[in-house]
């Protein structure tokens, strides 16, 4: 990618460690530099330049739990504003679904 990504995900970390492994696991990857994880709200906020639907897949494949997409901004043209995607919560295309 050319510019910086801001993703926002929902993931359900319902425990205190599910919040410690999330956070090493987002730790570990080099393409993000920045990340807000908010427990209550179930999101997860990651900015850096990585492909997003490459990055939901590797935290879905470690967390071993449902990642939905519910935003992602992408650089913008070079006047200074980002485009904005917004992803409806329900579909099948929109979220990244763990089969058993």
Do not use: T, Y
Request: glycine share 6%.
């Amino acid at each position: 990618m050319s510019g910086q990504v801001c993703m926002v995900m929902r993931i359900n970390l319902d425990c205190p460690s599910c919040c410690r492994k999330m956070r090493r696991i987002i730790l570990r990857m080099k393409e993000i530099e920045m990340h807000l994880i908010e427990k209550q709200e179930k999101r997860v906020s990651i900015v850096g330049r990585f492909d997003p639907a490459d990055i939901a897949i590797r935290i879905r494949k470690k967390m071993n739990r449902r990642v939905e997409i519910l935003d992602i901004q992408l650089p913008g043209n070079g006047d200074g504003q980002a485009e904005e995607m917004h992803h409806a919560p329900d579909g099948p295309d929109h979220s990244i679904m763990q089969h058993a």
